[in-house]
């Protein structure tokens, strides 16, 4: 227990372990400690910004998912109106195209008539020229009474 | 065991192995108090008994004492170097981690109570708490271990005496060890006033506090009971420091001595519940050094 030399011994031994230590060992570990102290409050800070991230996400997804429902409905709506117009399109037509071919029978059937009557009359006038011939026992000039017979076809 | 042979018993466990230097015409003596050699010349020499170490003087080195808190120094800084060197903002490895909470710990203590910028008080305290606490942790290694081995070595292959085969393996039951840690620190108490204020703001501090007056004849009258006040505060700050650290460890070693002169060979038995509590004062102790040490140099660089 006596005070001796130790003491200068021992002061030597706790500068030379503080100087190392001050020197080689709290630099390098504090420098990591406090990057690492970074690196987690970088990594905390960004999975906030991802779930914001994600929150947005989600809202944007469930409004395009809302315009695409708007936008389906709306063009079905279109669809069927279009479906809609088209038959009623079709029906005009058809009914258009019926009114046309009545319309071109009837028409066929009066030139029918037409040409019957004209055939008709032709023939009538032949038969009344023919029965005028036979009357009158002469013939007659075609030409000098096609006036005449032009005026009997009219009239028939 | 006998009165005699348990207080030698004792008493050769509280001895240091000691190298110092013997006067010219010093008178060695064996175990049995008989002259076997005079000194012809002052000696360099290894103590064989407690007088020819009181009688060593100042010159004169505590071999055991300054071995083991070398060697734990060392092994100390070893393993504060590996984990520097592998030190990275990555997850950190088991022992990496359990290193890295010590650091942090320390950290901690010292940003909780230094204010000031300052590059040497965190590591000065990681030192101080770890060194230590290994130095204590010593204590807890049966009494009777090491200093047989030690003895048998010595006796075997250099042919000592098995009476001058001291050997302490507790450095900080040395005096010496935490004297010499603790008015180290009081250097640094004195370096770091002399830094923050200026080395008048040092000589100020221990000549005009704590009784102060803005009365220039009352201030020198003051001026010889501040000086005796201030500087018995700055020597019982090392003085206690160091003492406290030694008089705890001290204790403990004796009890453990004490038990072990007592009971023998079945000391691990009597012995086991009392280091079952010196755990907590080898931990409290080392603590207590840091944060003393720390207080005391926030106090040397805050005005107050």
Same mark, same amino acid.
């Given at each position: 227990?006596?005070?001796?030399?130790?003491?200068?011994?021992?002061?030597?031994?706790?500068?030379?372990?503080?100087?190392?230590?001050?020197?080689?060992?709290?630099?390098?570990?504090?420098?990591?400690?406090?990057?690492?102290?970074?690196?987690?409050?970088?990594?905390?800070?960004?999975?906030?910004?991802?779930?914001?991230?994600?929150?947005?996400?989600?809202?944007?997804?469930?409004?395009?998912?809302?315009?695409?429902?708007?936008?389906?409905?709306?063009?079905?709506?279109?669809?069927?109106?279009?479906?809609?117009?088209?038959?009623?399109?079709?029906?005009?037509?058809?009914?258009?195209?019926?009114?046309?071919?009545?319309?071109?029978?009837?028409?066929?059937?009066?030139?029918?008539?037409?040409?019957?009557?004209?055939?008709?009359?032709?023939?009538?006038?032949?038969?009344?020229?023919?029965?005028?011939?036979?009357?009158?026992?002469?013939?007659?000039?075609?030409?000098?009474?096609?006036?005449?017979?032009?005026?009997?076809?009219?009239?028939? | 065991?006998?009165?005699?042979?348990?207080?030698?018993?004792? @008493?050769?466990?509280?001895?240091?192995?000691?190298?110092?230097?013997?006067?010219?015409?010093?008178?060695?003596?064996?175990?049995?108090?008989?002259?076997?050699?005079?000194?012809?010349?002052?000696?360099?020499?290894?103590?064989?008994?407690?007088?020819?170490?009181?009688?060593?003087?100042?010159?004169?080195?505590?071999?055991?004492?300054?071995?083991?808190?070398?060697?734990?120094?060392?092994?100390?800084?070893?393993?504060?170097?590996?984990?520097?060197?592998?030190?990275?903002?990555?997850?950190?490895?088991?022992?990496?981690?359990?290193?890295?909470? !010590?650091?942090?710990?320390?950290?901690?203590?010292?940003?909780?109570?230094?204010?000031? @910028?300052?590059?040497?008080?965190?590591?000065?305290?990681?030192?101080?708490?770890?060194?230590?606490?290994?130095?204590?942790?010593?204590?807890?290694?049966?009494?009777?271990?090491?200093?047989?081995?030690?003895?048998?070595?010595?006796?075997?292959?250099?042919?000592?005496?098995?009476?001058?085969?001291?050997?302490?393996?507790?450095?900080?039951?040395?005096?010496?060890?935490?004297?010499?840690?603790?008015?180290?620190?009081?250097?640094?108490?004195?370096?770091?006033?002399?830094?923050?204020?200026?080395?008048?703001?040092?000589?100020?501090?221990?000549?005009?506090?704590?009784?102060?007056?803005?009365?220039?004849?009352?201030?020198?009258?003051?001026?010889?009971?501040?000086?005796?006040?201030?500087?018995?505060?700055?020597?019982?700050?090392?003085?206690?420091?160091?003492?406290?650290?030694?008089?705890?460890?001290?204790?403990?070693?004796?009890?453990?001595?004490?038990?072990?002169?007592?009971?023998?060979?079945?000391?691990? !038995?009597?012995?086991?519940?009392?280091?079952?509590?010196?755990?907590?004062?080898?931990?409290?102790?080392?603590?207590?050094?840091?944060?003393?040490?720390?207080?005391?140099?926030?106090?040397?660089?805050?005005?107050?």
């Amino acid at each position: 227990m006596n005070i001796n030399a130790t003491l200068i011994g021992q002061a030597i031994w706790f500068a030379l372990f503080v100087i190392f230590c001050m020197k080689f060992v709290w630099p390098p570990i504090s420098k990591a400690l406090e990057e690492r102290k970074q690196k987690i409050a970088e990594g905390l800070s960004a999975a906030d910004r991802a779930e914001r991230d994600l929150v947005l996400a989600q809202e944007k997804a469930s409004s395009n998912l809302k315009e695409a429902k708007e936008k389906a409905s709306e063009i079905i709506e279109q669809a069927n109106k279009r479906a809609n117009q088209i038959v009623e399109e079709a029906k005009d037509q058809a009914r258009t195209e019926g009114e046309r071919l009545i319309e071109k029978a009837q028409s066929e059937i009066d030139q029918e008539i037409n040409r019957a009557r004209e055939e008709l009359r032709k023939e009538v006038s032949a038969l009344a020229l023919s029965g005028a011939e036979q009357v009158l026992g002469r013939e007659v000039n075609r030409d000098a009474h096609k006036q005449l017979l032009d005026d009997l076809a009219a009239q028939l | 065991m006998a009165a005699s042979s348990a207080s030698e018993y004792i @008493k050769h466990h509280l001895g240091n192995l000691t190298y110092g230097r013997l006067p010219e015409g010093y008178e060695r003596l064996d175990h049995h108090g008989d002259v076997v050699e005079t000194l012809e010349t002052s000696t360099w020499t290894f103590a064989h008994n407690g007088q020819e170490a009181v009688d060593m003087g100042f010159m004169a080195f505590h071999v055991d004492s300054l071995a083991w808190a070398g060697g734990l120094g060392i092994i100390m800084c070893l393993m504060f170097w590996l984990v520097a060197r592998k030190a990275t903002a990555g997850v950190p490895s088991g022992f990496m981690n359990f290193m890295e909470s !010590i650091i942090e710990f320390v950290d901690n203590q010292v940003r909780d109570t230094f204010h000031g @910028k300052s590059k040497l008080i965190a590591p000065l305290s990681l030192v101080i708490f770890c060194w230590v606490f290994l130095m204590n942790l010593m204590d807890l290694i049966p009494v009777d271990l090491f200093p047989k081995l030690f003895e048998w070595t010595m006796v075997t292959f250099f042919g000592w005496d098995a009476h001058q085969a001291y050997f302490k393996i507790v450095p900080t039951t040395d005096p010496n060890i935490t004297l010499a840690m603790s008015f180290s620190v009081m250097l640094l108490i004195i370096g770091f006033t002399v830094k923050a204020k200026g080395f008048g703001g040092f000589v100020g501090e221990l000549a005009f506090k704590p009784f102060e007056t803005d009365n220039i004849v009352l201030k020198f009258l003051l001026l010889p009971v501040n000086l005796v006040l201030e500087t018995i505060s700055l020597l019982s700050k090392p003085v206690s420091l160091g003492l406290r650290l030694f008089g705890n460890m001290y204790a403990g070693e004796f009890v453990f001595i004490l038990v072990a002169a007592m009971m023998g060979t079945w000391q691990f !038995i009597g012995a086991w519940p009392w280091a079952v509590f010196h755990i907590l004062v080898i931990t409290l102790q080392a603590f207590i050094f840091m944060v003393l040490t720390i207080v005391y140099l926030s106090m040397a660089v805050e005005e107050h």
